[in-house]
């Protein structure tokens, strides 16, 4: 709860110290937006535009799942937006490093064949390169005292329709 707050902290210092552009758009969610435009950009898809609408619903689950859930995963299965996420211990994540570690399935990923190695799940992966996904929205928490982070991207219109090819 503590962490949480400083780095929230942090975040609402800097935004204040600069004046408000048109379109404002949170470092982190620059981040997050810069990690996932880079691998669309890799394999030719367009860039994904920040969504407020989204940012928030992920913002209000990450706290519930910080404040009821112990920053376990959340359940996504019947939400109306696309959704990835992770979850990390004893370490300090960063939205690049989310990002990133849902690209690595890219590793595991065949395009031709639409298919994902066995044991892995490249989900995550082909949702960050869903052509058809236009906006994301994205939020962290952090949990004491194991340190865990849980981060949440939402995606809309969702991704990873089944028998669909992501790009
Ligand atoms: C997640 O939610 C769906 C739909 O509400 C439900 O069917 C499913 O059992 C839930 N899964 C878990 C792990 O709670
Ligand atoms: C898809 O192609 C890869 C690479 O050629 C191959 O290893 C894999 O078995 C194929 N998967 C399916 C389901 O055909």
């Given at each position: 709860m503590k962490q949480f707050l400083l780095v929230f902290t942090v975040l609402l210092c800097r935004a204040a110290a600069q004046p408000p552009p048109a379109v404002v758009i949170p470092p982190d969610g620059q981040e997050y937006l810069d990690a996932h435009n880079k691998a669309r950009a890799d394999v030719g898809v367009g860039p994904l535009k920040w969504n407020f609408q989204l940012a928030k619903a992920t913002s209000l689950l990450v706290r519930f799942q910080r404040d009821r859930e112990n920053c376990r995963f959340a359940?996504?299965?019947?939400?109306?937006y696309g959704g990835n996420q992770m979850w990390a211990t004893g370490e300090v994540v960063t939205p690049r490093r989310v990002v990133e570690n849902w690209v690595s399935e890219k590793l595991y990923y065949t395009h031709d064949n639409n298919s994902c190695a066995p044991d892995h799940r490249c989900g995550v992966y082909t949702q960050v390169v869903w052509?058809?996904?236009a906006e994301l929205g994205c939020a962290m928490a952090s949990c004491l005292p194991d340190q865990s982070t849980l981060a949440i991207c939402f995606y809309n219109p969702p991704g990873n329709v089944i028998g669909e090819s992501p790009y």
């Open positions: 359940n996504l299965t019947s939400g109306k052509r058809s996904s």
